[in-house]
């Protein structure tokens, strides 16, 4: 049992009343600690050693997920500046310190990457948590207390136990996979499928990472809860309103990396890339790669359309196969009064014909017989036959039908040079990363 809930078998005591039970026993456990999380880092180094400024900014966010006042966090910082050590590793060691029956999770890369940090967390908790003998494996341990540290690759479910803690420490490995539909998917689908139904009732999401992709696991996780997520963005240079008070171009750890050792980085990589693995990787800003005919940084998110629609249509694109790595996706987009284009809601997933069929079901009676359903034909009688099985299943709708040619490059011109204009909105939804 992860949480200290009240002993009692009445079906009455509510979620929101052991969460509060296990609130108020925490910060009673912090309230009696004489250290606070920087306080707490110190003695956990050698003699003599220091805290970073930026380390101790972190912290005080780390502060207040121990104490409960944060449920979900989200620290970007670039590479070699101290975020696994100081956050993944130690945060889960003095969770358990805290509190030894908890459950803490640290999710990586991989299975070889999270055992490391696993095995980092169990070193440093010896003689500071009272560890089980019986069970010392890196990538689970478990205190005499009950609780467990465990560590899972991403992709590797933790089933059979629930959460106190969850914390994913860069999800994507490499450039190659951040640039990999796929492995984003992947990585996306872990995070809904596997870690967020492992999460306790009171339990908080802890991401540390460097955003490869502006379609990163973070974004979408914090895209899905905008109004839940805390986000800690520190870049290696500073920007404008730095949230550590530094002037615009200071180095973010001088004394480890200067301002002139940054700027020969960036030279060196944007040799390679342009500015855009810098500023993905460094400054915490990744942008889509230049060359795309689209550039989606135009498209304004809005919560209300701008003007009043005047004409509908859904538009569907078909996965050639069911659950392989293409989605089955659905926009639904309007031309407004004022000439400009939106994107009112886009479904997607890896489904079977049934399961699709459903769907677009569901999708053509909430838009309305206003709204125009567009369908691709393929070539061939294999398409004349999908076209017919469309018309019939989608009987009483507006559906029409054409021939796919030509290059995709050439048939998205018309509408790239609409986004492009920045004459394209988009309602604001958990949708909004994965279509942009």
């Not at 991403?154 to 059979?160: F, I, L, Y």
């Not at 855009?276 to 209300?304: H, W």
């Not at 294999?382 to 018309?391: E, F, N």
């Amino acid at each position: 049992m992860s949480l200290p809930y009240p002993m009692t078998n009445s079906d009455s005591v509510s979620r929101s009343l052991r969460e509060q039970y296990y609130l108020r026993l925490l910060a009673k456990k912090l309230s009696a600690s004489d250290a606070n999380y920087a306080d707490w880092l110190l003695q956990t180094y050698p003699h003599g050693w220091y805290l970073p400024r930026h380390i101790r900014r972190v912290a005080r966010d780390v502060d207040d997920v121990l104490q409960g006042r944060c449920d979900r966090l989200a620290v970007r910082m670039p590479p070699r500046h101290g975020k696994t050590e100081n956050v993944t590793v130690r945060l889960a060691v003095r969770m358990l310190e805290l509190d030894p029956a908890a459950n803490v999770l640290i999710s990586g890369y991989n299975e070889r990457f999270a055992r490391r940090l696993g095995r980092k967390a169990r070193n440093l908790a010896a003689g500071r948590i009272a560890i089980a003998q019986d069970s010392t494996a890196a990538d689970e341990w478990h205190t005499t207390a009950g609780g467990v540290m465990m560590t899972r690759g991403m992709g590797s479910p933790p089933t059979g136990t629930g959460f106190r803690l969850i914390v994913i420490d860069d999800p994507i490995r490499s450039r190659e996979d951040a640039e990999s539909d796929v492995k984003r998917e992947a990585a996306w689908d872990h995070y809904t499928d596997d870690l967020l139904t492992r999460l306790d009732p009171g339990g908080a999401i802890v991401i540390v990472m460097t955003p490869w992709h502006e379609d990163g696991l973070d974004a979408r996780a914090i895209a899905s809860e905008p109004d839940r997520w805390r986000v800690l963005s520190l870049p290696a240079l500073a920007k404008e309103n730095d949230p550590l008070g530094r002037a615009p171009g200071e180095a973010l750890w001088p004394e480890r990396y200067d301002r002139d050792a940054l700027l020969r980085i960036k030279a060196i990589m944007d040799q390679n890339d342009g500015e855009r693995s810098f500023e993905a990787l460094y400054q915490q800003n990744p942008q889509p790669r230049e060359g795309s005919i689209f550039k989606p940084d135009r498209v304004r998110i809005v919560d209300d359309p701008p003007a009043a629609p005047v004409a509908l249509c859904r538009a569907w694109d078909f996965a050639a196969t069911a659950g392989g790595g293409d989605y089955t996706v659905g926009v639904l987009m309007c031309r407004a009064a004022d000439g400009s284009f939106g994107v009112l809601d886009v479904v997607r997933g890896r489904w079977a014909p049934d399961e699709r069929d459903a769907q677009m079901r569901r999708a053509a009676e909430v838009d309305g017989r206003a709204a125009l359903i567009r369908i691709p034909q393929d070539p061939g009688q294999a398409g004349k036959d999908q076209v017919l099985h469309m018309a019939r299943m989608l009987a009483g709708c507006n559906m029409r039908s054409a021939p796919v040619t030509g290059a995709k490059e050439v048939r998205a011109s018309g509408f790239a040079s609409q986004v492009n204009a920045g004459n394209v909105w988009a309602i604001r939804g958990a949708w909004n990363h994965a279509y942009l």
